[in-house]
C-alpha cells in the first residue's frame, strides 16, 4: 500500500493557504480589526453577549475534549494506536457540511467520482450531483438481511474505476440500523490505496466502537460524526471529520473560516464535558431499552413482519409490512401521520426494504401512543 495524500485530493486544495484573521495572532485589547460592530447586538436581550464578534474559528477545547472522549472510549485497545488529538478535527455545519466538503476536496467535477453502497443515507449522492461529481453504486449484501457491505465486490469496482476517489459506508446504516464489521471495512482500507473511505458514524454511540481512532493507522480512513443524534443538538448543527492531521489541516484551510457559530461552538463544549457525555450515554441506554420495547410491541402485531430488517445498532428500528407490501407500508404510513398525528417514515422503496417503515425511537409517552396508533390503523386498514 502506497498512499499518497497528494494523488487525492485537487491540487489546488492540496496547496491552498487556510484565510488568516488579526485575531488568529491577537485576541486581546481593543478590538478594531475585523468590521465588526462595537456598539453589540441591537436586541435588548442580547446586549452584554459577545454575540457582536466574529466565532473563534477553531474550537480547539471542543476537539480536545471529543479526541480525548474517543481514546478512552476506544474499543481498539489491541492495536497499540497513536491517540487521537484536536489536530485530527476539522467541525461543520452538521456532518451534511462535512460530507460536502470532502467530495468538494477530492472529485474533480464532472470527471471523478463516488462510490455509495445503497440502501443509504440519500446526502451523499445529493452533494455529489450538487458538485458535478458521479455517483456509482455498489449494493449491501441484502439477501441474508445483514446489509453488510460486500468488501470483496467494492474492490473489484474500485480495481476497474481509477476515477472514484471516496468510498461512503454508514455505519449504523441508515436506514438499516446494522453497524458494519470492523473486518470488512478494515480490508478495504488495507487493499485500496487510491482514495479515502468515509464511515459515516452518526448513530455511532448507540452502539459503540466507533472507528475515529483507527485515523491514526489508516491514512485513508475518514470517519465521520456529529452532535444531531446520541447528544441531542440536531438544531446547534455541529458535525465533525475525523481524520489524518494533515487531510484534517486541508479541510480546516478549505472551509468557511466562521463556519461554526459562537452559540453552537458553547454549547458544544458543554457537551463534551464529563457529566455531560456520562448523560449522553445513559440516554442512548435508555433509549436502547425503549427501541426493545417498541420492537417487541410492532412485531407482535399481525401484518408486522417478525424480526427487523438490518440490525438495532442506531436509535429507530426498520420494519416489515407483511411481506414486503409496500402499499399497505404506504397507507399505513399516511394514515398515522395524517389521522393519528404521528410521523414515521416509508422506506419500502429502498434496496432490500421492501414494507420497510423506519421508527424513529421516541420519548416513553410517545413510544405508548405510536403502539397504539400503529395497530389501530392497522387493523382499520385490512381489518
Ligand atoms: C447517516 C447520516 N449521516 C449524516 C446525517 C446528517 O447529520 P447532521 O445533522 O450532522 O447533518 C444523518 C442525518 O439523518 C444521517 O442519517
Request: charged residues 25%.
Amino acid at each position: 500500500m502506497v498512499f499518497n495524500l497528494e494523488k487525492i485530493i485537487r491540487p489546488k486544495i492540496y496547496n491552498l493557504e487556510a484565510y488568516r484573521c488579526a485575531r488568529d495572532d491577537f485576541k486581546e485589547g481593543i478590538l478594531l480589526d475585523a468590521n465588526e460592530n462595537a456598539y453589540g447586538p441591537t436586541q435588548i436581550e442580547l446586549q452584554g453577549t459577545n454575540l457582536h464578534r466574529y466565532p473563534d474559528p477553531h474550537q480547539i477545547e471542543f476537539k480536545k475534549a471529543m479526541a480525548s472522549y474517543r481514546n478512552k472510549t476506544s474499543v481498539f485497545r489491541s492495536y497499540d494506536l497513536v491517540p487521537l488529538t484536536d489536530e485530527n478535527f476539522c467541525l461543520g455545519v452538521g456532518s451534511d457540511e462535512s460530507i460536502d466538503a470532502i467530495i468538494r476536496a477530492s472529485c474533480v467535477p464532472s470527471k471523478e467520482k463516488i462510490l455509495v453502497l445503497p440502501p443509504t443515507y440519500s446526502m451523499y449522492s445529493v452533494c455529489a450531483n450538487i458538485n458535478d461529481v458521479d455517483v456509482v453504486t455498489c449494493p449491501l449484501i441484502t439477501e441474508d438481511n445483514s446489509f453488510q457491505i460486500d468488501a470483496t465486490e467494492i474492490l473489484n469496482i474500485l480495481a476497474n474505476d481509477p476515477l472514484i476517489k471516496l468510498v461512503f459506508i454508514t455505519s449504523p446504516g441508515n436506514p438499516t440500523g446494522a453497524k458494519i464489521e470492523i473486518d470488512r471495512i478494515e480490508y478495504l482500507l488495507k487493499n485500496w490505496d487510491q482514495g479515502l473511505v468515509i464511515v459515516d458514524e452518526a448513530y455511532i454511540d448507540f452502539s459503540g466502537g466507533s472507528t475515529a481512532p483507527l485515523v491514526t493507522k489508516y491514512p485513508n480512513l475518514v470517519t465521520l460524526q456529529t452532535l444531531s443524534k446520541s447528544f441531542g443538538l440536531a438544531g446547534i448543527r455541529l458535525g465533525m471529520t475525523i481524520a489524518t492531521k494533515k487531510l484534517s489541516k486541508i479541510l480546516n484551510a478549505m472551509k468557511a473560516p466562521y463556519n461554526i457559530s459562537t452559540v453552537t461552538s458553547d454549547m458544544a463544549l458543554k457537551a463534551v464535558q464529563n457529566h455531560n457525555l456520562e448523560k449522553m450515554e445513559q440516554n442512548a441506554q435508555i433509549l436502547n431499552k425503549e427501541k426493545l420495547r417498541l420492537l417487541n410491541a410492532l412485531t407482535s402485531l399481525k401484518y408486522v413482519d417478525n424480526g427487523y430488517i438490518g440490525g438495532l445498532d442506531a436509535n429507530f428500528i426498520l420494519l416489515r409490512i407483511n411481506n414486503g407490501d409496500n402499499d399497505l407500508a404506504k397507507k399505513l404510513y399516511t394514515e398515522l401521520a395524517i389521522k393519528s398525528g404521528v410521523v414515521i417514515r416509508f422506506r419500502g422503496n429502498e434496496l432490500g426494504c421492501a414494507g420497510g417503515l423506519r421508527v424513529t425511537i421516541g420519548t416513553k409517552e410517545e413510544n405508548d401512543i405510536l403502539i397504539k396508533e400503529f395497530g389501530r390503523k392497522l387493523e382499520e386498514l385490512v381489518g
